[in-house]
């Protein structure tokens, strides 16, 4: 839960709603499965050689998706550490900021390139969150839950 809390948009109770809703990220093979598993992958209609692709499917757990989306908002603005979060920032290993830190960049930059497309905007937070949620998955990855 601490490691969340280094990405933007995520702080105590968010990362917590996420971990309380999802568990552990180990369970999930890659964060493609995850992202399918909260319902942030796009919607499809397929017959023969005809693919059509619709909006996000909306299964899993919402409560963790609305979350996603509401910390996907944050992308919004340039990369920045704020100070807050730099304290959270600095008691996480090295693995844990630098995916944190690659996250911000790709995701700030994705957000205005999205926009400066013409996408609706809570299409575009969409996409962020379901991005967002590859870097969470990679996160849990690096960092093992401690089991009291």
């Known amino acids: 839960m601490e490691a969340l809390r ?7 109770i968010s990362s917590a709603t996420f971990v309380a809703a999802i568990g552990d990220l180990a ?4 964060a493609r499965h995850l992202m399918a598993y909260l ?3 796009p919607s499809e ?3 023969g050689e005809r693919i059509r692709r619709g909006g996000i499917t909306k299964t899993g757990n919402t409560e963790a998706r609305r979350m996603l989306i509401e910390a996907a ?3 919004r603005y340039p990369p920045r550490v704020a100070k807050e979060k730099a304290e959270v920032i ?3 290993p090295k693995a844990v900021r630098d995916i944190a830190w690659k996250a911000q960049l790709r995701l700030c930059k994705r957000y205005r390139t999205l926009s400066a497309a013409g996408k609706k905007p809570t299409v575009v937070v969409a996409a962020i969150a379901r991005e967002l949620c590859g870097f969470i998955w990679a996160i849990g990855r690096e960092v093992k839950p401690v089991t009291t």
Not at 27 to 30: I, N, P
């Open 73 to 75: 908002w944050r992308y």
């Open 39 to 41: 319902g942030l992958v």
């Open 90 to 92: 600095v008691r996480l």
């Open 45 to 47: 209609q397929s017959s």
């Open 27 to 30: 369970r999930f093979e890659s």
């Open 6 to 12: 280094s990405l933007r948009g995520l702080d105590f």
